[in-house]
């Protein structure tokens, strides 16, 4: 089957706009995670989510940054007025399962440059 | 806080030869796993091999293994016979049992291969 996608591959944003970055998950799979990787650096961890329920939001950076997931399936990554320390690639995985050794499947990434 | 520290920015190795990718942790946890990651150009993150801290004895994947020393908090991944296509980030993350799956990774190495 197919795996994790994201869209757009590549965003360019004015300081200041909304951004909306979709990730679909490998059908079936319950976990779903978004990571932020700055340029040279390792992901980080934003948040999670088992089904539709956003069990752990500890990373996102401020309140300008939201996540859904309302169905359960699809996610969505919204950053509100974007700054120019948000450029990164906003990488998303998801597991069939929370926790254990279930593996994280990733997509290639959404790169956000705000200008 | 756990902390997961790579060492090495940038690694080479010649063609079929071995590499060693050296990481540390630290944690006060006893219940955990370890991931090595790669990631090529393409950005799409590939698990290369896990390691369950409860299990003493090191995973191998094929060219891939690992040397996992609990009390040292230490976990190095050694490639074997390496190949042009092993060139790319390489990051080592770690993951709480009862976290619900989140990754905490690693600053990343990068290995070059000559041919």
């Known amino acids: 089957g197919a795996g994790v996608s994201q869209s757009p591959r590549y965003k360019v944003a004015k300081r200041g706009q909304d951004v909306a970055l979709r990730c679909d998950p490998i059908?079936?799979?319950?976990?779903l995670f978004w990571y932020q990787q700055a340029l040279g650096q390792g992901p980080e961890f934003l948040t999670y989510?088992?089904?539709?329920?956003?069990?752990?939001k500890s990373g996102l950076p401020s309140d300008r940054f939201f996540a859904e997931r309302p169905e359960g399936s699809v996610s969505t990554l919204k950053i509100q007025r974007t700054q120019q320390e948000d450029s990164a690639v906003y990488l998303c995985?998801?597991?069939?399962?929370?926790?254990?050794?279930?593996?994280?499947?990733f997509g290639p990434g959404t790169r956000l440059t705000v200008t | 806080a756990q902390t997961v520290t790579q060492s090495q920015p940038e690694m080479s190795v010649q063609e079929a030869e071995t590499v060693t990718l050296s990481c540390t942790y630290d944690?006060?946890?006893?219940?955990?796993?370890l991931f090595w990651y790669k990631q090529p150009p393409s950005r799409q993150m590939i698990l290369v091999i896990r390691?369950?801290?409860?299990?003493?004895q090191n995973a191998t994947e094929n060219r891939f293994s690992v040397n996992f020393q609990k009390a040292a908090k230490s976990f190095s991944l050694k490639i074997s016979d390496s190949q042009l296509g092993d060139a790319a980030m390489y990051f080592c993350?770690?993951?709480?049992?009862?976290?619900?799956?989140?990754?905490?990774f690693g600053q990343g190495t990068e290995l070059s291969v000559k041919p």
């Open positions: 995985a998801s597991s069939r399962r929370q926790g254990k050794a279930y593996e994280q499947y």
């Open positions: 059908s079936g799979h319950v976990s």
């Open positions: 989510f088992q089904n539709e329920a956003q069990l752990d």
């Open positions: 944690t006060s946890e006893s219940d955990y796993y």
């Open positions: 390691q369950e801290a409860y299990k003493q």
């Open positions: 993350a770690y993951r709480r049992d009862n976290q619900g799956g989140k990754l905490i």
